[in-house]
């Protein structure tokens, strides 16, 4: 079975403070694509990234970071002096090799910045 | 126009009524879904179409019906609705099959609301 768990279902942090969304997977396949998506006011999901399971190089775009440890499944995504604008919601969501075009969502962390 | 549209954005129907939503890509991919999204609630896939085949249908009510007539248009049809059905209605689209990631991208979505 697969499954993602986003453990913060909200987070609050004053403007410019650098903020840290947790992502934790499940997978039996050794091939799996991870992803993460923003959900802002206006409800479209943008998709921000896709990381491969052999490729464990972390990534930055910007103040954008993100963190993909193997060995703790997990696939962090941190927000470096975060902005009003970064309020959104944020998805993680795993696809399995095997899984042919099915993604699976994690349940979402609400995130606003105070100004 | 360029990526994934979908229309109307906002819809008000009868439990009575039968009224359609439209989704286009403009991506050249070969992967469509239908995803509702209610408040307070994850991501729930509907239907996934596969090169014009649909691949999964997720047990979704009978009063919602999918039609995708080409690899770019993906259609859900409403007829006798429920209030509970009220929600935010997302398409996407991807290249199917584990060509590449396989990530999807969204349209803005439909806010549908059941009175």
């Known amino acids: 079975a697969q499954k993602v768990t986003q453990a913060q279902t909200e987070i609050s942090v004053v403007e410019k403070e650098d903020v840290t969304l947790d992502c934790v997977y499940e997978?039996?396949?050794?091939?799996?694509?991870l992803f993460w998506y923003k959900q802002p006011p206006s409800g479209e999901l943008v998709f921000l990234i896709r990381?491969?399971?052999?490729?464990?190089q972390n990534e930055i775009s910007g103040r954008y970071s993100w963190n993909f440890q193997k060995s703790t499944s997990s696939f962090n995504f941190t927000i470096t002096a975060s902005q009003v604008v970064d309020s959104a919601v944020y998805f993680c969501?795993?696809?399995?090799?095997?899984?042919?075009?099915?993604?699976?969502f994690g349940s979402g962390t609400r995130l606003s910045i105070r100004p | 126009e360029t990526g994934v549209t979908q229309t109307p954005r906002h819809l008000v129907m009868g439990m009575t009524n039968k009224k359609s939503l439209k989704c286009e890509q403009h991506?050249?991919?070969?992967?469509m879904y239908w995803y509702k999204q209610s408040a307070k609630k994850p991501l729930e896939l509907m239907f996934v179409?596969?090169?014009?085949?649909?691949?999964e249908n997720n047990s979704v009510p009978s009063r919602f019906s999918p039609e995708c007539p080409n690899s770019s248009h993906l259609f859900l049809h409403l007829h006798t609705l429920q209030p509970e059905d009220s929600a935010l209605y997302l398409c996407?689209?991807?290249?199917?099959?584990?060509?590449?990631?396989?990530?999807?991208?969204f349209g803005p979505g439909t806010r549908l609301t059941v009175t």
């Open positions: 996407a689209s991807s290249q199917a099959r584990g060509a590449g990631g396989g990530e999807q991208y």
């Open positions: 997978t039996r396949d050794t091939t799996y694509y």
């Open positions: 990381r491969n399971s052999f490729d464990e």
């Open positions: 969501a795993l696809r399995g090799y095997s899984s042919a075009s099915k993604i699976i």
């Open positions: 991506l050249g991919h070969n992967a």
């Open positions: 179409y596969s090169l014009e085949e649909r691949v």
